[in-house]
């Protein structure tokens, strides 16, 4: 399930890759409790210090969040607009376009 990113990054860096990894592929939803410090720290044969500067990463960044004696658990993703393409980008244009003239057409007929 969990897969390492960049060797040659920090290793703090690794984990905070990889939890975003997990996140972003859908393999850890909101609310999902992330393993413990100990269990990451074996995981990544890393100290447990290390493993609590990621933590605090990814609670910075927003991705997780932490509840004292229960774990930290993937947080809800706030509703964000997702990254358009061109094409979709010009259909957007396109819409307004013909929105604007409809409205301008039914002020014309009904006064609005």
Same mark, same amino acid.
């Given at each position: 399930?969990?897969?390492?990113?960049?060797?040659?990054?920090? $290793?703090?860096?690794?984990?905070?890759?990889? @939890?975003?990894?997990?996140?972003?592929?859908?393999?850890?939803? $909101?609310?999902?409790?992330?393993?413990?410090?100990?269990?990451?720290?074996?995981?990544?044969?890393?100290? $447990?210090?290390? @493993?609590?500067?990621? /933590?605090?990463?990814?609670?910075?960044?927003?991705?997780?969040?932490?509840?004292?004696?229960?774990?930290?658990?993937?947080?809800?993703? $706030?509703?964000?607009?997702?990254?358009?393409?061109?094409?979709?980008?010009? /259909?957007?244009?396109?819409?307004?376009?013909?929105?604007?003239?409809?409205?301008? @057409?039914?002020?014309?007929?009904?006064?609005?």
């Amino acid at each position: 399930m969990w897969f390492m990113t960049d060797q040659f990054a920090q $290793p703090y860096q690794r984990i905070v890759e990889d @939890v975003r990894d997990q996140i972003r592929l859908g393999r850890l939803r $909101p609310d999902d409790k992330l393993p413990s410090t100990r269990e990451l720290a074996n995981h990544y044969k890393l100290a $447990p210090g290390t @493993v609590q500067r990621a /933590l605090g990463e990814l609670r910075s960044a927003g991705l997780i969040y932490s509840h004292q004696g229960k774990g930290s658990f993937v947080r809800q993703a $706030p509703p964000s607009e997702p990254s358009a393409s061109p094409e979709v980008i010009k /259909l957007q244009t396109q819409i307004s376009a013909l929105t604007a003239r409809l409205e301008r @057409v039914e002020q014309a007929l009904f006064g609005t």
